[in-house]
């Protein structure tokens, strides 16, 4: 066993007066690279805090070792605020408190970061022995953790494999739960109806039948008796049973998410927006220069470019106006901005989700259920949101409401990988117009039709081809389908479990190089 570096008993991590994980034990070792995932809201970051300085908890946390934290930044960091994503990722790598560490916790770090933020960052923690990492970024996951820690329903499990293997093993737990559930439900059925009918049939033999004399009548009153007290106790040792049984929760069903577009009153212009010749300046620096380029109806632009370039500047230049803008009569654009503008932090979730919908209200709660808002949250007020809980609200807002053209600047920050996953399937099939800005490359390599690329000032318009059939291409899918054939045997149990791993591991590798 390799040394311990952190180790936590019986301990409750509390956030103001709400309990959010109990843990009976959890410890970190030397080596350990570890990808702390769960729902916004559920106590990542409240957990690191507990882990490194204590905070509010009950228990036992035994620190061994020097404890470096890499903590959430935002655009409020006046250190960091006017350089780059990767200026920023640099200077904040560089603390001392960092490289002295046996152990560092990172939350979140990927978030606002650009592409090159993200290599430094990468290149920072391959050189590292043992974290802690927050991130939803899966293939950061993937790459940099070979253990997962889950917080759900308030506990924390520790899976002690890589991020994709951690995949297949929550699909083998979602069957296992669907069979237990199925199996109980079944027993459950059984005795409630075997008690209904025993209750009955207790009925049908107290009846005296007609015609009977009074010595056959107390015989047969004497025989009934036996046998209802038969019955009776037959219905009680099934009463016992189904008190017994141990319940199994439903699993949570994926309902579909289905919006009626034509209610946001859609355009029919081929060409809903036109920027020509803008041009924008900040003191000295010159952002936009001479920027222009047309989109068509129902493109979704994936607008990209380092921190820095201009991407926020130009949002919000289509999204208030400019004279170099031109947007068509009926384009009504929803803009998502990172002050998170939209909620009204005095009224509930619901109340914030239903204010200004045009869809159904079953439609705007089934799509509160998929992005992990639970029916107990929806009276909650706003302002008792957590970061990623108020960004999930505001998505939704957007994309209930009577817009038609999105603008949504660095919405998959703070955004849980199950939220994420929802995004993905309301975008992917998303019948307005689209312009995102994205660092998560998975993310928008699922939902761009085009990528907008601004650098030195001008744009750069592009539709993203399909891949080409070539024998690259055609080995590559070759290898997909067998990942898609070896996550099914995994997942089954069928076969020779720790080869069938190996061969899984190796085919992450090529697919990873290929």
């Known amino acids: 066993m390799s040394e311990t570096l952190l180790r936590a008993s019986s301990l409750l991590c509390e956030y103001g007066e709400r309990e959010l994980i109990t843990i009976d034990e959890c410890a970190v070792h030397r080596g350990d690279r570890i990808g702390l995932i769960g729902e916004n809201g559920c106590g990542k970051s409240t957990l690191l805090e507990t882990l490194y300085s204590g905070g509010k908890h009950f228990g036992t946390v035994?620190?061994?070792?020097?404890?470096?934290f890499l903590r959430?930044?935002?655009?409020?960091?006046?250190?960091?605020?006017?350089m780059s994503g990767g200026e920023a990722m640099k200077l904040r790598l560089a603390d001392s408190?960092?490289?002295?560490?046996?152990?560092i916790f990172l939350d979140e770090p990927t978030s606002n970061l650009d592409r090159q933020g993200i290599f430094l960052l990468r290149e920072f923690?391959?050189?590292?022995?043992?974290?802690?990492l927050v991130s939803h970024d899966r293939a950061l996951l993937s790459d940099m953790c070979d253990i997962i820690w889950l917080i759900e329903d308030k506990k924390l499990k520790e899976y002690a494999m890589g991020y994709e293997?951690?995949?297949?093993?929550?699909?083998?737990?979602?069957?296992?739960?669907?069979?237990?559930?199925?199996?109980y439900i079944d027993e459950k059925r059984h005795l409630e109806a075997a008690m209904k009918k025993r209750t009955e049939l207790s009925k049908d033999i107290r009846k005296t039948p007609k015609r009977m004399g009074n010595s056959e009548a107390r015989l047969h009153k004497r025989q009934v008796g036996e046998v209802v007290e038969k019955v009776s106790n037959a219905r009680l040792a099934m009463e016992t049973r189904l008190e017994k049984l141990e319940k199994v929760d439903k699993p949570r069903e994926e309902k579909l998410i289905k919006l009626d577009f034509s209610l946001t009153e859609p355009f029919k212009n081929k060409y809903p927006l036109k920027v020509s010749g803008l041009s924008v300046s900040y003191g000295q620096k010159n952002v936009l220069s001479g920027c222009g380029f047309m989109l068509e109806n129902g493109s979704r632009v994936h607008l990209r470019g380092e921190n820095g370039c201009g991407k926020t500047t130009l949002l919000r230049r289509i999204y208030e106006g400019d004279k170099c803008v031109s947007a068509a009569p009926k384009v009504r654009f929803g803009y998502f901005a990172q002050d998170l503008s939209l909620i009204d932090e005095d009224k509930t979730v619901l109340q914030n989700a239903l204010d200004g919908s045009v869809q159904s209200e079953t439609v705007v709660r089934t799509l509160l259920s998929r992005l992990l808002f639970s029916p107990s949250s929806l009276g909650k007020s706003a302002g008792a949101l957590s970061g990623g809980e108020k960004v999930?609200?505001?998505?939704?807002?957007?994309?209930?409401?009577k817009v038609n053209f999105l603008l949504l600047d660095e919405a998959t920050n703070y955004l849980d990988i199950?939220?994420?996953a929802v995004m993905e399937e309301v975008l992917a099939c998303y019948e307005g117009t689209l312009i995102f800005v994205s660092h998560d490359e998975r993310f928008a390599e699922e939902i761009r039709t085009h990528t907008l690329t601004l650098r030195d000032g001008k744009a750069e318009l592009k539709k993203v081809e399909k891949p080409r059939i070539d024998d690259g291409s055609i080995e590559r899918t070759i290898l997909e389908m067998r990942k898609a054939e070896l996550i099914a045997r995994l997942s089954s149990g069928a076969g020779d479990k720790e080869a069938l791993e190996r061969e899984f591991n190796a085919l992450c590798e090529k697919l990873r190089n290929a």
């Open 62 to 68: 035994t620190r061994r070792c020097e404890i470096g």
């Open 165 to 183: 293997q951690f995949l297949i093993e929550r699909e083998k737990e979602k069957r296992e739960q669907s069979r237990r559930y199925e199996n």
């Open 392 to 401: 999930k609200l505001s998505l939704l807002k957007l994309f209930v409401g």
């Open 72 to 82: 959430q930044f935002g655009d409020s960091d006046a250190s960091t605020s006017e």
């Open 125 to 132: 923690l391959s050189a590292r022995e043992s974290y802690i």
């Open 418 to 420: 199950k939220s994420l």
């Open 97 to 103: 408190s960092l490289h002295s560490a046996d152990l």
